[in-house]
C-alpha cells in the first residue's frame, strides 16, 4: 500500500508543486486545506491519486481527522503579512505546534516543517522570530521532525509569469534542509526533493 501523506496548505504556490511530486513519487497524497473544492481545478490530471479533506489549522478536530492514517506529514502553511488573528505568532508557531503535537499522536513516522533561512527565535523582525520560535515548538512535539528553511520570495505569487519563474530558478541554490535537532546541509533544491526524503524515511 502506497503511504499517504498529508500536505497541510496543499493547494498554496509551493504546496502544490509538493504535491504533485509526492504523487509522481508514487505516494498517496492528502491535501489539508481551507477550499478543499479547489483541488480538482488545481489537480485535474493526477486526481486519482490525490485526496482532499478541509482543514483549518486553528482547529484541533480538523487537523486530527486531516491526519489521520497518514505515515507522513508536510506543513507549507505560512504568513508574509498578517491580517487580524492572522499573525505570524498564530500560523508558524501555535498552529505548527497543533500540527506537530497532532501528527504525533495520530502515529505520523515523519514530519516535514517548511520554515525560512534565517529562522531566530531572538530576532527583532517579529517574521523571522516566528520562524525560529515555530522550529522549537515543532521540535519539542516531534523529536524527528525535519525542518526546511526556504527563502521567502519564491512563495509568491501563482509562479507564471517570467520573473517569477526567474526568481524561482535562482533560489534553488539557496535552499537548505535542516533535520533534527542539529542541522545539517543537504541537497534540499526544490519541492520535488521533499517528496524524495519522505519516500526514503
Request: aromatic share 8%; hydrophobic share 45%; charged share 20%.
Amino acid at each position: 500500500m502506497a503511504l499517504r501523506v498529508t500536505v497541510f496548505g496543499g493547494t498554496g504556490f509551493l504546496g502544490r508543486r509538493v504535491v504533485r511530486h509526492l504523487h509522481d513519487a508514487g505516494l498517496v497524497a492528502r491535501i489539508a486545506c481551507r477550499h478543499p473544492d479547489a483541488v480538482r481545478s488545481l489537480f485535474s490530471r493526477e486526481v486519482s491519486g490525490i485526496e482532499a479533506v478541509h482543514a483549518d489549522v486553528n482547529d484541533d478536530g480538523s487537523i486530527a481527522r486531516a491526519v489521520a492514517g497518514a505515515g507522513a506529514v508536510v506543513n507549507t502553511v505560512s504568513l508574509y503579512v498578517e491580517r487580524g488573528k492572522d499573525t505570524f505568532h498564530a500560523v508558524h508557531v501555535e498552529a505548527a505546534k497543533r500540527i506537530a503535537v497532532l501528527a504525533r499522536q495520530a502515529g505520523a513516522e515523519t514530519l516535514v516543517h517548511i520554515s525560512g533561512i534565517g529562522a531566530n527565535a531572538g530576532s527583532a523582525s517579529p517574521y523571522i522570530r516566528s520562524r525560529g520560535e515555530g522550529e522549537a515548538v515543532v521540535l519539542d512535539a516531534f523529536l524527528s521532525a525535519k525542518l526546511v528553511r526556504l527563502p521567502v520570495f519564491p512563495m509568491f505569487g501563482s509562479g507564471k509569469t517570467r520573473l517569477q519563474r526567474s526568481m524561482w530558478r535562482m533560489s534553488l541554490r539557496q535552499w537548505f534542509a535542516y533535520c533534527g535537532r542539529r542541522p545539517r546541509h543537504s541537497f534540499m533544491s526544490w519541492p520535488g526533493h521533499v517528496s524524495i526524503r519522505i519516500k526514503n524515511c
